[in-house]
């Protein structure tokens, strides 16, 4: 990950089209890939319009010009979904604020790409659940997200991190990190290490339906944690689905899974006492009772069944992925402290467990809503 000098931010800045004078930039947001400012214009003596900037991570997202037209496609297209519902577009979806140039990010000097987004006011993101209600609300705003494209022509998104949510894969190369042990770091860890080589049979379950053709793709947004929505500061309603650089064809299961991983769990993600983690059902119900309504009626029963194993899955593949960063020197999810990385993975493989432990309830929960 490369710092940024302020000089290369003003430069940034001085390349998109935003309204009024500019008062200020500083970090925002906890956002593990990118680097994420909040810009202050001052319109006119009294107002201000704030914006997001972002430095796009350009080890991750080696395609940032697909990825912006992604970007740009989904936008537009909920746009209109959006204006067809009485919906207020400005708030509901993400607003790509063009460069000087037109083009929807600017290149700088050395190489990197920046975008910039409207701010979206009187709305917060979590960094974990306050209450049931709240953790319903977002359910339904992720599972909406997914009705609103479901008719998105998926043959032209491109795919920004291939075999993104492949966690068969994700295995394989997971047991090469291992075996480079490139930090030295592996033989502390072994306890994690063994317990992601003891599960590689959920790795293959979804690929395999899949490929036997008793799940759908579909168009999905593949990176469904909490701080992944805004919600209204006003109605607690999910008002916008952010971080759109994952929108690509997937499984419902996962987009269900991701979030449980992140908003069921009673600690946040890096917590490092793990007596504090625990997957909690009143989280999980209240989650599968929002998705589904939000996904109105379009899920398979088979979908549906398979809910939990999304949950499994996503929590496992989240907590090898860390793992592995921990392992190769921290270079894919930022850190803020030393050994942030495998604290978050024993955070996720706390939760594992703790679903394997209640994956009778967990199945109980998901069959209310068949
Ligand atoms: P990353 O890919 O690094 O997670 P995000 O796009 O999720 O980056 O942005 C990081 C954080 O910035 C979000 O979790 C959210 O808090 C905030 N954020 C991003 N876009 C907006 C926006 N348009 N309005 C308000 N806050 C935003
Ligand atoms: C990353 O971008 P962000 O912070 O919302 C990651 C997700 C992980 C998540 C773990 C593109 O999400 O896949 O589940 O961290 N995004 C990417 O917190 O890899
Ligand atoms: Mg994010």
């Known amino acids: 990950m490369r710092g940024i000098l302020e000089e290369q931010k003003r430069d940034a800045i001085a390349h998109f089209c935003f309204e009024g004078s500019y008062r200020s930039v ?29 430095r796009m991570n350009r080890d991750i997202f080696s395609k940032p010009v697909e990825l ?60 974990q659940v306050e209450n049931a ?70 790795t293959g379950v979804f690929g395999e339906l899949l490929a036997k053709g008793e799940i759908p793709l579909r168009v999905t947004h593949n990176d469904t944690k909490l701080n992944n929505i805004m919600m209204d500061n006003e109605t607690r309603k999910g008002i916008c689905v952010i971080d759109l650089d994952t929108v690509m064809p997937g499984l419902a299961m996962n987009d269900f899974g991701d979030s449980i991983r992140f908003g069921a769990s009673t600690a946040l993600e890096d917590e490092q006492d793990l007596d504090k983690v625990w997957c909690d059902m009143n989280y999980f119900e209240a989650y599968t009772r929002g998705f589904i309504e939000g996904c109105g009626g379009r899920l398979t029963k088979r979908e549906i069944e398979l809910l939990p194993m999304g949950a ?28 942030q990385n495998l604290d978050r993975s024993r955070t996720q493989f706390k939760l594992v467990w703790d679903m394997e432990q209640k994956w009778q309830t967990m199945q109980e929960i998901v069959k209310r809503y068949h």
């Open 133 to 202: 209600e709240d953790f319903y609300q977002s359910a339904v705003s992720f599972g909406n997200f997914q009705r609103q494209l479901a008719d998105y022509p998926a043959a032209t998104l491109h795919e920004t991190i291939p075999g993104f949510h492949d966690t068969k894969a994700r295995f394989e190369v997971f047991k090469e990190v291992v075996a480079k042990d490139a930090c030295s770091r592996a033989a502390s860890v072994k306890k994690e290490i063994d317990f992601v080589l003891e599960r590689e049979d959920i």
């Open 68 to 127: 912006m037209e992604n970007i740009v496609g989904v936008t537009s297209w909920l746009r209109k979904v959006i204006l067809a519902n009485g919906g207020d577009p400005e708030r509901e979806t993400l607003n790509v604020v063009p460069a000087k140039d037109g083009k929807a990010y600017y290149v700088d000097a050395q190489g990197e790409y920046w975008r910039a987004f409207h701010f979206i006011e009187n709305a917060t993101s979590f960094e």
């Open 312 to 339: 499994k899955v996503m929590t496992f593949e989240c907590g090898m992925r860390f793992l592995a960063d921990y392992l190769q020197g921290d270079t894919y999810f930022k850190i803020h402290r030393p050994g």
């Open 26 to 54: 500083q970090p925002f947001g906890n956002g593990h890939i990118n680097d994420t400012f909040l810009l202050v214009f001052e319109v006119g003596e009294q107002s201000a319009k704030r914006y997001i900037l972002q």
